[in-house]
């Protein structure tokens, strides 16, 4: 903690000196993962801001002076994206007050949602001081010490952003920087975790009521067409479109540390704790042949494939994708995959200590060893999805409840127990659901189902103890057969 508030001290201390009314040429201003550097157009009257962050991606924000008002700018539509809350003609400050000169970003409500700190320190003393911060600060200290951003604060977990959004609302004559952090924090809570705004009105009694939809209010909804857009966007309370006809091949970037050691990310080349805490992180993980893409604590997200959306990795002892503490999460219209065929490890779709998982209309095919392995999740549900093609089994389900597979077709996959539950689960249930062409013991376990008017081809053994066994609606046909089946509409689909 005494480095994080030597390093507090000398960020203040050093922009504290800075006297400028406007930006001036070459000033550097730091919003916690990307250093701008000013460039004064005099004849249009408007500041450029290009940036970059230290694997060296740019951006670039171009800012309009306002006329006749001092230290007033608006955003123009320029080459990259607005900051998040923020739209083209925001209003944007230079504020210079209590030994502090940043800039602020406001919202549509004029609320300060994003800041960029003005800093005398290259790209590389900026981000080492802002991972010590993440790293060693203590959050509730630092809401009346250090002035906040995004990045900062989208790594934090909901309850603990209440937490710190409660303390400043009972702070009654709050400084510069807390008036601030506490705009930021709401703005936090409002769109990147659709907690309730702590600074909501009390209602009148006799108020008309209206009902909105929550989701659509709180809810990002985001394109993305390229593996950085992907994992840049990855976050709560959001849906990730992937864009028609994209492949997604995530191990490239996966194998980028540099790309992995900012904020809300991790690199990891062995067993982390973080899994069991409660901040949410992007993890590119170690494993025997490679690495794989870990989502911790990620609630409400969905990822949904438009027109052909793929997303591949190479690694054979990497899941495709694996969820750790997360709630809420929507696979939908993707196919998913390995380019090469897995060993001992390595499945499509990894969920542990999660709830609420949808995978609908998706293809997952190996040669990842399971299509979907699931521990301690509770509520799973596949929805006219497609296994195929894996190299252990159909699934493996540790101590799971309530998992129900929906219209969904398990095909040529193999070599040992296909559908593996463990006898602590409870309420998996099969719905018109398909079995062909399939190699191995299709029931292992002599575990507990539910079969309801299911069509099952298997030439081998079902591992089926009748006891365990229940027959619920509809009438399931069995074969001893390894034919194909025919075409219905299952997996992705060609719309969105």
Not at 178 to 188: C, D, P, S, V, Y
Not at 259 to 283: A, C, H, M, P
Not at 417 to 445: E, M, P, Y
């Amino acid at each position: 903690m005494k480095k994080v508030a030597i390093l507090l001290l000398m960020s203040l201390t050093c922009v504290s000196v800075a006297i400028a009314q406007t930006i001036l040429q070459g000033n550097k201003f730091w919003n916690g993962e990307t250093l701008y550097v000013a460039s004064i157009d005099k004849k249009a009257g408007s500041v450029v801001l290009n940036g970059a962050d230290i694997a060296g991606n740019t951006a670039q924000l171009t800012l309009k002076k306002v006329a006749k008002k001092q230290a007033e700018y608006t955003l123009v539509k320029g080459e990259s994206e607005p900051p998040m809350g923020c739209s083209w003609g925001s209003r944007v400050q230079y504020i210079r007050q209590g030994g502090m000169n940043f800039l602020a970003f406001y919202d549509s409500d004029n609320a300060i949602c994003e800041t960029m700190v003005l800093t005398p320190d290259n790209i590389v003393n900026c981000t080492a001081q802002q991972t010590a911060v993440d790293e060693e600060g203590d959050p509730m200290t630092l809401i009346s010490n250090w002035l906040m951003n995004q990045h900062y604060l989208y790594g934090l977990h909901p309850e603990l952003l209440q937490g710190m959004a409660n303390k400043l609302r009972s702070i009654q004559r709050k400084t510069l920087i807390e008036k601030t952090n506490q705009q930021l924090i709401n703005f936090a809570i409002d769109v990147g975790f659709g907690l309730p705004d702590v600074e909501e009105p009390v209602e009148d009694e006799g108020a008309v009521h209206h009902e909105t939809n929550s989701v659509e209010a709180d809810e990002l909804f985001l394109t993305v067409s390229n593996e950085r857009e992907f994992l840049e966007a990855l976050g709560s309370n959001r849906t990730l479109r992937i864009a028609d006809g994209t492949t997604l091949y995530l191990t490239n970037l996966l194998n980028d540390e540099a790309f992995f050691t900012q904020q809300g990310r991790l690199w990891r080349n062995d067993y982390y704790d973080e899994r069991s805490q409660s901040k949410q992180l992007i993890v590119s993980c170690s494993q025997f042949d490679g690495r794989q893409l870990d989502l911790i604590n990620m609630h409400n997200l969905t990822l949904r494939g438009g027109r052909d959306s793929h997303i591949i990795v190479s690694p054979r002892y990497a899941n495709v994708l694996s969820f750790y503490g997360c709630t809420n999460i929507r696979l939908e219209n993707l196919t998913l995959g390995h380019t090469d065929e897995g060993y001992c490890q390595g499945g499509v779709v990894y969920a542990e200590d999660s709830e609420n998982i949808t995978i609908a209309n998706c293809d997952l095919y190996g040669c990842g060893t399971y299509g979907v392995e699931a521990s301690l999740v509770s509520n799973l549900q596949l929805e006219r999805t497609v296994i195929r093609d894996c190299s252990y089994g159909i699934m493996e389900l540790v101590h799971v409840q309530n998992v129900s597979f929906q219209n969904c077709d398990f095909v040529r996959c193999r070599q040992f127990d296909l559908v593996s539950i463990d006898d602590a689960s409870t309420g998996v249930v099969f719905d018109n659901c398909r079995f062909a062409q399939n190699q191995g013991t299709l029931f292992g376990n002599r575990c507990n189902v539910t079969l309801r008017a299911c069509e099952i081809h298997h030439a081998g053994d079902t591992g089926l103890d009748q006891a365990h066994v229940n027959y619920a609606g509809g009438t399931t046909q069995w074969f001893t057969d390894n034919d194909a089946l025919p075409a219905r509409t299952v997996g992705p689909t060609k719309g969105e």
